[in-house]
């Protein structure tokens, strides 16, 4: 496997780092770039999936929080300050061609990450995400065009998760949210969560190196 491209963009809007995305994935469709992943920290928006329920949404469209609407999959999450997003772009040609799969290995990613911070995570049955017990700390949405991904997963390392209360995170009412943060007990380092999300990243895709 070729080695992939890390992009980190630091602390960047919501609507330019998803511009960013865009072109991104037309330079890799075309060859004109190698497999990526984008690492970002957006101000606080929310974001609907293509196809989300608005009640999700629980407070007026005149919030001072951003709404987007995207086209990618899943529901309604919230992104912010002390949240790590991780924008993988890939041709899943040169992984696998598996839209299940994918999904399934982005969960894997952050099970792992998790577990080198001695954090016991796990998926729940016909939910797509990663959980604590009954807390979600990693959501993820994906967009794939002639198998080229974007979009991909947050995860809560620092998040402010108040902002979950204005909304049904994921369209899912039965359990709550949390953090890296509200489990340890400590804020963390982010440089230090995006040093183990790409150990995680080259275990479970068999990534040989990084550029």
Known sequence: MNRIKIIDLG????????NYQKELQKKV????????????????????????DKSNLLVSNDSKIKIYETERG????????????????LNLKNFKQSVTWYMR???EVIIETLKLFNIK?????????VWVKDEKIGAQGVRMTK????????LNVN???????????????????????KIIGKEQDLSKVKEHILISFAKVFNIKGYI
């Open 159 to 181: 998040t402010d998760l108040r902002f979950f209360n204005d909304i049904i995170p994921c369209g899912i009412k039965d359990f709550g949210v949390t953090s890296i943060e």
């Open 121 to 129: 995570a796990s998926r729940k049955n016909g939910l797509t995400g």
């Open 11 to 18: 602390f960047l809007d919501y609507k330019n780092s998803w």
């Open 105 to 107: 290995a982005l969960e």
């Open 29 to 52: 469709l075309i060859g004109d770039c190698s497999d990526s992943i984008i690492f970002v920290e957006h101000d606080s928006v929310y974001t609907f999936g293509k196809n989300s």
């Open 147 to 154: 198998w080229v991904t974007m979009h991909g997963f947050a």
């Open 74 to 89: 899943g529901e309604i999450t919230y992104h912010g300050p002390g949240q790590i997003v991780c924008y993988p772009i």
